[in-house]
């Protein structure tokens, strides 16, 4: 091929490429956009997105399970019992959201019924001038754990936390006690008949 031949051909090949770089543009320009002017424009997040974990402190059994199933060790829980029954109530709850890997390990393992005192939700916005504003405490997390719906109503997943059973404890307790007090008055009586009236029987 002579040297004229040669050029054309590479004007040829030159016109093909810059034809078919317009194809791949020209199709995608009627694409749906993907893109998103953030943070103007919120991303429209799926169902059951994983964000980070929210805690309602009133649900919290103090059971320690969340904390021992995070890989990562970024909850601290401090509880406190209740006098007098066998609840716990909520101290401290510390969450390190900076480090959080929204795995849902501590939802998984977190036992309330019929919503989990820990549960993710779909806040993913973490940027802070400053890392301690990461760590988050009760109130922070409680706002998380109530910025995603719930499908339970509220007077359901309220009516059985500990300190409400802790209440209803004790009251069972005082009512016990009272008939045991007038027992425990009465019991000595049978006893003394029975201690004279011993020697009758003996
Ligand atoms: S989502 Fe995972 S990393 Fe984050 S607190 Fe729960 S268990 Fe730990
Ligand atoms: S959040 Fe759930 S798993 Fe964690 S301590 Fe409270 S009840 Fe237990």
């Not at 090949?13 to 694409?31: A, D, E, P």
């Not at 509880?79 to 066998?86: C, D, Y």
Request: proline content about 8%.
């Amino acid at each position: 091929m002579g040297l004229f031949g040669r050029l054309v051909d590479d004007l040829v090949n030159t016109f093909v490429s810059i034809l078919k770089g317009h194809q791949v543009t020209w199709r995608n320009l009627w694409r749906e956009r993907v893109t998103l002017q953030y943070p103007n424009e919120r991303p429209k997040l799926p169902e059951r997105y994983r964000g980070l974990p929210g805690l309602h402190p009133e649900l919290c059994i103090v059971c320690g399970a969340c904390a021992k199933a995070c890989p990562v060790q970024v909850i601290n829980i401090q509880g406190r019992k209740i006098a007098g029954t066998r609840h716990r109530e909520l101290v401290r709850y510390q969450l390190e959201a900076g480090r959080c890997m929204f795995c849902g390990l501590c939802e998984e393992a977190c036992p309330t019924k019929p919503v989990k005192a820990i549960r993710l939700s779909n806040t993913f916005e973490l940027a802070v001038a400053d890392k301690s504003a990461l760590v988050l405490e009760i109130p922070q997390l409680l706002e998380i754990w109530k910025s995603k719906p719930v499908e339970v109503p509220e007077e359901q997943y309220l009516a059985a936390t500990p300190k409400k059973l802790a209440a209803q404890e004790l009251a069972k307790q005082a009512e016990g006690e009272k008939p045991k007090a007038e027992g425990a008055e009465a019991a000595p009586r049978p006893k003394r008949v029975a201690a004279e009236g011993g020697p009758a029987g003996g």
